[in-house]
């Protein structure tokens, strides 16, 4: 198996990875939504760029743990909450639905452990109060502070010096500050109860987490003191993650995470995504407007993680029709296996798998070196056109089952493009797919018989109620039957 290598943020360098733990398994967390709203395809980008590095470990050989937290209590959160005048729990539990639907919908693997910030409040507790102890942070007008001067390795992810740090980038740290702080660069662990806020009880009174303080203590909850790849948006690494590190070696005096890997942002149609432009969708948008599923985690894949996307309607587009280009070359495989060509004899390889089982281990090592999906991709669509240059201009080539479902399945275990899903042809369907295809022989011969025409376009209607659709081939040779399954099948 081929090493992989992923540009460290906080090594400035693409790092050979090598998994901390003794028992190999891989300890993996990624900053969640804040569920106050449906997620837009700029946080997409992020959740399928990590859908595709767990897959690429698990392919890899690698048993990965994957936690996600959800962050169900904030400033949105607790606004829209209030402007439904709903409870809060209630209010957040339709995003959160929404979310993993979504993430289903993109052929996301789900996150093996998926905590909510609001049921890991005495964990946090806990955090704040051995923080406390350790004299990293202090308690000021009953909000809680981390003390950032008493923490000398601050900075290291990010590159920045404490002098005349503020909020940061993030938009969900700004409204996180509080007067009554030691220093300007202190960021707040606990914030004090406001009037008609939700509230927890605590040592140093009612109130609720800060932002940074939920995912340090769900993630050493779901993966210890020290784990392996900590992933998000570029715009986590400051202050956001740069204060989890803080905290989280703060309180343990371990390292917290070994690799830390960003992808960079979404733009559309070259700007900043916003909805006064008209340039905002949400995944759902996208959906109604007629695109494909995995269109969308296909143009969401196109661009190498750690370079922005310029996401544009063209250019999903383009990417349904490569997932066609993908889907045509493997039902053109089933419909020859259908037929009963291929063959199961491993005594000799074809010219097809030899091909095929090349391109497979290149795009192994292309993933394997941090990430390069696109590269990965062009290689996928070199694979589909020698399968269509192979078994589309013959339909009595020789190859082999195993090795072309082989591929497909390889490609759809580190994609998740879903290709491959279905590999047979119910027997009904084939009955009348080979009774269509023996009309056709015979209108070949007899083309102006119009009660042959009748029966063919009859045969292929009933195959169409069955949820399949038909692509003849040339006169002569057989069809090539799809079940129904993307946007543009109709």
């Known amino acids: 198996m081929s090493s992989l290598r992923f540009f460290n943020t906080l090594t400035g360098a693409v790092d050979e990875f090598e998994p901390s733990a003794p028992d190999g398994i891989v300890g993996f967390y990624a900053c969640g939504p804040t569920v106050y709203d449906f997620a837009h395809i700029g946080n997409f980008r992020s959740f399928v760029f990590e859908d595709l590095l767990r897959r690429v470990l698990e392919v890899h050989g690698f048993r990965v743990k994957h936690v996600m937290n959800l962050t169900d209590v904030d400033d949105k959160t607790i606004a829209g909450a209030a402007r439904e005048n709903k409870p809060l729990e209630e209010y957040t539990a339709r995003f959160i639905e929404a979310f993993n639907q979504d993430l289903g919908t993109l052929n996301c693997l789900l996150p093996h452990e998926q905590p909510r910030a609001t049921r890991k409040i005495p964990l946090m507790l806990d955090l704040i109060a051995r923080l406390i102890d350790r004299g990293m942070a202090y308690e000021s007008g009953g909000s809680v502070y981390y003390r950032v001067a008493k923490f000398s390795d601050y900075g290291k992810l990010s590159k920045k010096k404490i002098e005349g740090n503020l909020a940061g980038a993030s938009e969900r740290v700004d409204a996180d500050e509080y007067e009554s702080k030691e220093q300007v660069s202190d960021f707040v662990l606990w914030k004090a109860a406001k009037e008609g806020e939700p509230f927890w009880p605590s040592p140093w009174g009612n109130g609720r987490p800060g932002w940074h303080i939920e995912c340090s203590a769900m993630s050493m909850e779901g993966l210890g003191p020290t784990f392996d790849i900590h992933a998000g948006g570029e715009d986590l690494i400051f202050p956001h993650h740069e204060n989890e590190i803080a905290q989280s070696e703060g309180a343990t005096g371990l390292p917290f995470v070994k690799y830390w890997l960003h992808c960079k942002f979404l733009l559309v149609d070259g700007e900043k995504m916003s909805k006064s432009k008209g340039n905002f969708y949400t995944l759902r948008d996208l959906l109604a407007k007629g695109y494909d599923p995995m269109a969308i985690r296909c143009a969401l894949l196109s661009t190498h993680y750690r370079a922005p996307l310029n996401f544009t ?69 070199e694979g589909v056109k020698s399968i269509n240059k192979t078994l589309g201009t013959d339909s009595n080539a020789p190859f082999s089952r195993k090795d072309v479902f082989q591929f497909f399945d390889e490609a ?32 070949a011969a007899d083309k102006k018989n119009q009660s042959l025409w009748q029966k063919s376009d009859e045969l292929r209607r009933g195959i169409q109620a069955m949820g399949w659709m038909v692509k003849d081939g040339k006169p002569g040779e057989p069809s090539v039957l799809k079940r129904k399954r993307r946007a543009w099948d109709v």
């Open 313 to 381: 309607l063209e250019g999903l587009k383009d990417a349904g029709e490569f997932i066609r280009k993908l889907d045509e070359a493997f039902w053109l495989c089933v419909s020859r296996c259908s037929n009963s060509e291929g063959r199961d004899d491993e005594s000799a390889k074809d010219p097809l798998s030899a091909e095929l089982s090349r391109i497979a281990a290149e795009i192994r090592a292309a993933l394997g070196q941090d990430l390069n999906a696109s590269a990965a991709l062009a290689l996928l669509l």
């Open 412 to 443: 759809d275990a580190v994609f998740g493009f879903a290709v491959a899903a279905d590999k047979q042809i119910p027997a009904e369907v084939s009955l009348l797919m080979r009774e269509r295809d023996d009309v056709r022989r015979q209108v």
